[in-house]
């Protein structure tokens, strides 16, 4: 075949023309043959099979079945009636609904004779299927079909202006015809080989026609892992150019400051996880590209310790350092942690936030240009232009889905040579979709928490049983316990949401009064300082409640804290209520997180509820967060583009990723240039898709 042929317009392919080629663009996009090769089934009817009606299941499927269609009747309804009528095989029975043509159907259908019918089946107090393809199967018999139908993608004006699912399969025979089916191979031969992958060819030609279950399910496979393959070439060759191209500070010395508090003063044993993800840093800093690494790990995981000890490799090859917190509360509770655990060996290290004094300010300003201060933590206040140091050499930056990547990209151009850097999340991303969205990023990951934590204990109660909660508060304060009451806090009803906080503050100081018991309130319209005297009370264990609204979500660290409870838990996100929930379980005690909602859940949030209680893992979490919300309301994915993935999907077709992410990499090892011959036709398509930026503009 000419490859050309699929860069014909679409109007000139057989049965379409100018007409139909203006809808099928503005559409379905469809503007040369090539994308018309590329609109690919959403599903497909299976005509090979019969079912029994014993062997019905309740998942709305098509289904096709021989039987006898008897017993007519018509049901009054609100408004008109239907027909009814009982299909039997010699298994069971099922109804057969008809809304139009009563009539006809009433008069035409044999009683007599057996039926083949075909349609969707609903479940309803017993299996039933309404408007049923019929045709006796006397007639089916002698009929030849395609075993299986292929669905295509419709929208109502492709509908209304007669381009029916038929029409489309037309156009596809057409287009098969013009091409004589041959398309060129695009995937090394040695991968093929190796899964066994059916031809493109093949594959085009089952997607589209598929010949059998068994052929399609391998046409579907290679098409999928061909999509994934190059997104993924491309996102690994980037990343292989960036660490070729932008030079890093080499660390070369594990030195003193490392060691002496690795020897000294690390107040436990390290997890496997914690070892290992150092063991990866280091490797990084040593390695001469610059390091830009994403480190994931649950809450309470164990990441400042990973961070605090990355940061010691970079004093003791002569760098400066830095860690950015997203809120204030959580850069001072890291300042003051990492103070604690240093504060024997003679390092500087400072506190830079929104509220740091002029003075103060100004003397940070001069000992990062001397070189004088080690570490410097902060917030946003770290980002800023007028911040500059001697020589940063690694930047640490917390909680990274606040974080954009122009803020990252202003740590880079701190200095000539980029520093090193480590992006630390606590909001699990699957691992797949971390592949596919932060390719530019390596990603180490502590899958491991510290020993001896009790598992978090969860459940949902309803608003009307908050007196038996109250009860249990009490119970919880008079063992020596703190509780955390978390109201949502959603921008666009944000004077709603903070009466409703008042509203449930003004309950609890009622049922919690003092002095017995002390209350601590945070939230948004606090001025930082306020907030930060309350939030230290509740840390002193001065206060027993902590109300507050989502401020509290990152990375607070309060151990003696063992309940957290979740108003109107429904408003919230999944990997929201996790992460509030790690602000528990924490020290050595039981705890629990209660989850408060009203009678009226949506089924969303009822399987938002179900998770939570059933599973502390929060990958486990951000899975069932990615299967409810799709990639496209993910953080950070929303122009990501990964969405325009013609057949593979990101969150179903995982272990294809993973294949196509291993193979990629091992052809940019093999041949990182395209260079053999065998890669020719990889390297051909690899171009042409580079060169439609519409298919990579996500990639950052
Ligand atoms: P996160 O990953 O959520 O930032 P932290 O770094 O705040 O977690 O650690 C949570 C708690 O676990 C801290 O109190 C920390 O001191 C403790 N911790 C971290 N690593 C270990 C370990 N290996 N053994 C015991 N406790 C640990
Ligand atoms: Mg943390």
């Keep these: 075949m000419n490859p050309d042929i699929l860069q014909t317009p679409i109007e000139y392919l057989k049965g379409v023309g100018p007409l139909r080629a203006d809808i099928l663009r503005k559409e379905l996009g469809i503007d040369k043959y090539q994308d018309l090769i590329q609109?690919?089934?959403?599903?497909?009817?299976?005509?090979?099979?019969?079912?029994?009606?014993?062997?019905?299941?309740?998942?709305?499927?098509?289904?096709?079945?021989?039987?006898?269609?008897?017993?007519?009747?018509?049901?009054?309804?609100?408004?008109?009636?239907?027909l009814v009528a009982t299909f039997r095989d010699d298994t069971g029975t099922m109804e057969l609904v008809w809304f139009r043509g009563?009539?006809?159907?009433?008069?035409?259908?044999?009683?007599?004779?057996?039926?083949?019918?075909?349609?969707?089946?609903?479940?309803?107090?017993?299996?039933?299927?309404?408007?049923?393809?019929?045709?006796?199967?006397?007639?089916h018999e002698?009929?030849?079909r395609s075993a299986m139908q292929a669905i295509y993608p419709s929208t109502e004006k492709l509908a209304q202006k007669g381009i029916s699912n038929r029409v489309i399969i037309k156009l596809m025979e057409q287009l098969f015809m013009a091409t004589k089916g041959r398309f060129l191979e695009n995937l090394p031969q040695?991968?093929?080989?190796?899964?066994?992958?059916?031809?493109?060819?093949?594959?085009?030609?089952?997607?589209?026609?598929?010949?059998?279950?068994?052929?399609?399910?391998r046409a579907q496979y290679r098409l999928k892992f061909e999509e994934l393959f190059y997104i993924q070439l491309q996102l690994l060759s980037k990343n292989i150019n960036r660490k070729s191209k932008i030079k890093g500070y080499v660390f070369e010395t594990v030195g003193v400051s490392f060691k002496t508090f690795y020897d000294t003063y690390l107040p436990f044993e390290l997890t496997g996880a914690q070892k290992r993800v150092i063991k990866e840093i280091r490797n990084d800093l040593g390695s001469g590209a610059q390091m830009n690494r994403l480190l994931q790990g649950d809450v309470g995981s164990g990441k400042t310790i990973v961070a605090l000890m990355s940061m010691l490799l970079a004093i003791d090859n002569g760098f400066q350092t830095t860690l950015v917190a997203p809120t204030e509360i959580l850069a001072t509770q890291h300042y003051n942690g990492i103070v604690e655990l240093v504060k024997d060996m003679g390092l500087a290290v400072r506190l830079l936030t929104g509220s740091t004094k002029t003075s103060a300010r100004k003397e940070i300003h001069q000992q990062l240009l001397s070189g004088e201060l080690h570490i410097l933590i902060g917030t946003h206040a770290v980002l800023e232009d007028k911040v500059s140091f001697k020589n940063l050499g690694l930047a640490i930056v917390d909680e990274q889905h606040r974080f954009g990547v122009a803020?990252?990209?202003?740590?880079?151009?701190?200095?000539?040579?980029p520093p090193h850097i480590l992006v630390m999340t606590a909001t699990p991303i699957p691992r797949t979709l971390a592949m596919s969205l932060y390719g530019d990023l390596d990603i180490s990951v502590i899958d491991e928490l510290p020993p001896g934590r009790k598992p978090i204990t969860t459940v949902h109660r309803y608003d009307s049983n908050r007196l038996k909660v109250f009860r249990f508060i009490k119970d919880e304060i008079q063992k020596g316990r703190q509780i955390y009451i978390v109201y949502p806090l959603i921008q666009e009803s944000e004077k709603l949401d903070y009466k409703d906080l008042m509203d449930g503050y003004e309950s609890i100081a009622r049922e919690f009064p003092a002095p017995e018991f002390q209350i601590s309130i945070v939230h948004g319209q606090m001025k930082p300082a306020d907030k930060d005297y309350e939030m230290e009370r509740f840390i002193k264990g001065e206060t027993q409640i902590m109300v507050a609204t989502t401020v509290i979500e990152v990375g607070v660290n309060v151990p003696n804290a063992s309940v957290m409870i979740i108003e109107s838990a429904e408003?919230?996100?999944?990997?929201?209520?996790?992460q509030l929930r790690g602000r528990v379980g924490r020290g050595a005690e039981q705890s629990y997180c209660i989850l408060m909602t009203s009678h009226k859940l949506s089924s969303d949030s009822k399987t938002r509820l179900q998770t939570m209680v059933s599973t502390n893992d929060g990958f486990e979490i951000a899975e069932v967060d990615l299967k409810l919300r799709g990639p496209g309301d993910l953080m950070g994915t929303q122009q990501s583009g990964i969405l325009n993935l013609k057949i593979a999907d990101i969150v179903k077709d995982n272990d294809i990723l993973?294949?196509?992410?291993?193979?990629?990499?091992?052809?940019?090892?093999?041949?990182?240039?395209?260079?053999?011959?065998?890669?020719?036709?990889?390297?051909?398509?690899y171009l042409l898709l580079n060169k439609d930026r519409k298919i990579w503009n996500y990639i950052s």
């Design 39 to 82: 609109l690919f089934p959403n599903r497909y009817i299976d005509k090979t099979r019969y079912y029994k009606v014993n062997e019905l299941q309740q998942n709305g499927a098509d289904v096709q079945l021989i039987g006898y269609i008897t017993n007519f009747r018509t049901v009054e309804q609100k408004k008109g009636r239907r």
């Design 102 to 139: 009563q009539k006809w159907i009433t008069e035409n259908t044999k009683r007599d004779q057996p039926y083949v019918i075909f349609g969707k089946v609903n479940w309803y107090n017993g299996f039933s299927m309404a408007h049923p393809e019929m045709e006796l199967f006397s007639e």
């Design 142 to 144: 002698k009929s030849m």
């Design 190 to 217: 040695s991968i093929s080989q190796e899964l066994k992958l059916i031809s493109k060819s093949k594959a085009m030609f089952n997607i589209h026609f598929p010949q059998s279950q068994d052929l399609l399910s």
């Design 407 to 417: 803020q990252r990209a202003k740590l880079w151009r701190k200095n000539q040579i």
């Design 571 to 578: 408003r919230f996100g999944l990997s929201q209520l996790h």
């Design 658 to 685: 993973k294949a196509a992410r291993h193979y990629a990499s091992v052809i940019l090892k093999k041949d990182p240039k395209f260079a053999m011959s065998e890669h020719q036709a990889m390297r051909q398509n």
